[in-house]
T-cell receptor, first 110, second 114 residues
Framework: DAKTTQPTSMDCAEGRAANLPCNHS???????VYWYRQIHSQGPQYIIH???NNETNEMASLIITEDRKSSTLILPHATLRDTAVYYCIVLSNNDYKLSFGAGTTVTVRA | ETGVTQTPRHLVMGMTNKKSLKCEQHLGHNAMYWYKQSAKKPLELMFV???????ENNSVPSRFSPECPNSSHLFLHLHTLQPEDSALYLC?????????????FGPGTRLLVL
C-alpha cells in the first residue's frame, strides 16, 4: 500500500478555510485517497474519498493533483468542532484494512 | 450519529474478569470490524466479519473472542486480559468488505484493565 505523509499539526482560524495537504507519491492506479478524522475520545469519522477527480460533499472538498501524488482536503469554513486529528489514507479497491498514521492535528481557534 | 452504537462506553475490569463489548449497526451493512486503538499507536484491525462469517483474524490473542450472531450485531468477549490490553476498542461497519466501501465507526469503548 502507498504510504502517506502529512504535516504533524496546523492551526486554523474559525470561519476560514483549512487546507490539509497529503503526499502519496507512491500511490498506485487502483488506489483511492480517503480522509477520516477523529475528534478527541470519539470514533473515527469518514469525511471524503476520491480516485482521480476532485470531490465535494457537505463536509469538505478533496483536490487531487493530476499526477495523483498529492491531495488537499479543504474544510471551507472551519468551526471549533472541526478540531480533530485528520488522517489521509490510500486504499486499493480490494483492501479494507484502514491504517491510520499519525495524521495532522488540526486546531481551530476562535 | 453514525448509525453504529457501542456499549459500554467505558469499562474497567480486573485481569480475572470476563466482560463483553457490544456493537450494533443500524445501517443495513453486511461487514463489521473490531479495531484496537492504543495510546500513541496506530489503529489496529483485529477482526472482520462479512455476512456473519469471520474473514479476518489479525493474529489476535485468544483472550479476545469475537461473536457475530447476525449482520447487525458484533460482540467482543474478553477474559483474562492484561494491563497492556487497555485501549479504545472501536467497532465499524461497511456495506461490504472492500477498499472502496466506506467504514462507519462507533464511538468506541474505553477499556482499562487493572
Amino acid at each position: 500500500d502507498a504510504k502517506t505523509t502529512q504535516p504533524t499539526s496546523m492551526d486554523c482560524a474559525e470561519g476560514r478555510a483549512a487546507n490539509l495537504p497529503c503526499n502519496h507519491s507512491t500511490i498506485s492506479g487502483n488506489e483511492y485517497v480517503y480522509w477520516y478524522r477523529q475528534i478527541h475520545s470519539q470514533g473515527p469519522q469518514y469525511i471524503i474519498h476520491g480516485l482521480k477527480n476532485n470531490e465535494t460533499n457537505e463536509m469538505a472538498s478533496l483536490i487531487i493533483t493530476e499526477d495523483r501524488k498529492s491531495s488537499t482536503l479543504i474544510l471551507p469554513h472551519a468551526t471549533l468542532r472541526d478540531t480533530a486529528v485528520y488522517y489521509c489514507i490510500v486504499l486499493s479497491n480490494n483492501d479494507y484494512k484502514l491504517s491510520f498514521g499519525a495524521g495532522t492535528t488540526v486546531t481551530v481557534r476562535a | 450519529e453514525t448509525g453504529v452504537t457501542q456499549t459500554p462506553r467505558h469499562l474497567v475490569m480486573g485481569m480475572t474478569n470476563k466482560k463483553s463489548l457490544k456493537c450494533e449497526q443500524h445501517l443495513g451493512h453486511n461487514a463489521m470490524y473490531w479495531y484496537k486503538q492504543s495510546a500513541k499507536k496506530p489503529l489496529e484491525l483485529m477482526f472482520v466479519y462479512n455476512f456473519k462469517e469471520q474473514t479476518e483474524n489479525n493474529s489476535v490473542p485468544s483472550r479476545f473472542s469475537p461473536e457475530c450472531p447476525n449482520s447487525s450485531h458484533l460482540f467482543l468477549h474478553l477474559h483474562t486480559l492484561q494491563p497492556e490490553d487497555s485501549a479504545l476498542y472501536l467497532c465499524a461497519s461497511s456495506q461490504d468488505v472492500g477498499g472502496v466501501e466506506t467504514q462507519y465507526f462507533g464511538p468506541g469503548t474505553r477499556l482499562l484493565v487493572l
